[in-house]
């Protein structure tokens, strides 16, 4: 395992049964992903829809079983073993905060549930300033604990969602596409807010979005996963400024650039968009790749160090 890692994945795979057409189908959600997040690192981890993001995430705080593979917090494998405590230190920001915050209960009580839970609280008077606190942390008033999730705009719930997993202090947060549901104006709000916090909670962040734009302005390191694997990973410059694997490409070229020298050629894609119920036999992005050999069809690329900037790529061609 990497030294200095907060949260090591080894060889993680997650699949559903799912019936179609009445017939039965083992979908591969994650399929075989291995990622290490050191202490105070943001790793942005980009990918379309269904390339398996979330369940790599929900995996993580144990929504999601895995079939198999090892998820290691501080050194300690979480699989497995039932870690309630050992749960508390990573956290799950979901995309819809109406997901995490119960309607019927106040945002004071959904703030306090996991401490609730973990009998964090020694006296109702700690558990009060501790709900004022974090409210105060993440920009909403004190005040706002006797609301209830209807009463509050898109963002302010958002920030009631991240106020929920910062209530204790945990040293990882998973955040699913926190941005993508609000507004374009108070999206840059609410991602300064989490940066805000990674400072000062020193936290640790898995960032998950189909929007390498937006993981651009928040990650240290990037992650792009397809079809439940990951093709590359790199430094979040390195992946903007040289993206080599085809599909990296792609999504760095569909980032607008108004300078017409920073636009990457080549990048254009052909075929379907994935689906896996057909997963190919080869690369599962040789449908779709502009520089497929014969190769790609029939022998899936390995993740394989390339270069000396910490650069992985899975890919015979790049
Ligand atoms: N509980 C489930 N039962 C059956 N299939 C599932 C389940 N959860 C996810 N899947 C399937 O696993 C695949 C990966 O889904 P996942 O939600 O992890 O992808 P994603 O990249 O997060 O996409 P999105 O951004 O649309 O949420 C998809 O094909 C999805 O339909």
Redesign the pocket.
């Known amino acids: 395992m990497n030294g200095n890692a907060v949260l090591d994945i080894r060889d993680l795979r997650v699949s559903?049964?799912?019936r179609r057409a009445g017939r039965k189908y083992q979908?591969r959600?994650?399929d075989g992903v291995s990622l290490s997040l050191a202490e105070g690192e943001v790793l942005g981890i980009v990918?379309?829809?269904?390339?398996?993001?979330?369940?790599?995430?929900?995996s993580i705080v144990g929504l999601?079983r895995p079939d198999s593979g090892t998820i290691s917090f501080k050194g300690t494998d979480m699989t497995g073993a039932s870690l309630r405590n050992m749960r508390l230190n990573i956290r799950m920001v979901f995309?819809d905060p109406y997901a995490s915050l119960n309607p019927r209960r106040s945002i004071g009580d959904s703030v306090a549930e996991a401490g609730d839970i973990n009998g964090f609280f020694t006296s109702r008077a700690e558990r009060s300033a501790a709900i004022a606190t974090t409210l105060t942390a993440v920009g909403l008033d004190p005040s706002f604990a006797a609301r209830y999730p209807y009463e509050l705009s898109g963002g302010q719930r958002q920030r009631a969602g991240i106020a929920r997993t910062i209530l204790p202090s945990p040293s990882i947060v998973i955040a699913?596409?926190p941005v993508s549901a609000l507004d374009v104006s108070v999206q840059a709000q609410v991602l300064n807010l989490m940066m805000d916090l990674r400072e000062q909670l020193r936290l640790s962040m898995l960032f998950?979005s189909?929007d390498l734009g937006v993981i651009g302005q928040i990650s240290n390191r990037v992650a792009v996963?397809y079809m439940?694997r990951i093709v590359e990973q790199a430094a979040t410059r390195t992946v903007l400024d040289d993206p080599r694997h085809p599909y990296t490409r792609s999504l760095v070229a569909a980032i607008p650039k108004p300078d017409p020298s920073k636009r990457i050629l080549g990048a254009i894609e052909t075929g379907e968009p994935p689906s896996?119920f057909k997963r190919p036999s080869g690369c599962a992005y040789a449908p779709r790749c502009p520089i497929a050999s014969h190769r790609c069809l029939v022998d899936v690329p390995e993740l394989r160090s390339a270069g000396a900037d910490g650069r992985a790529i899975a890919c015979h061609n790049a």
């Open positions: 559903f049964s799912v979908v959600a994650v990918g379309e829809s269904g390339c398996g993001k979330t369940t790599l995430g929900r999601a995309q699913d596409e998950i189909h996963m439940g896996l």
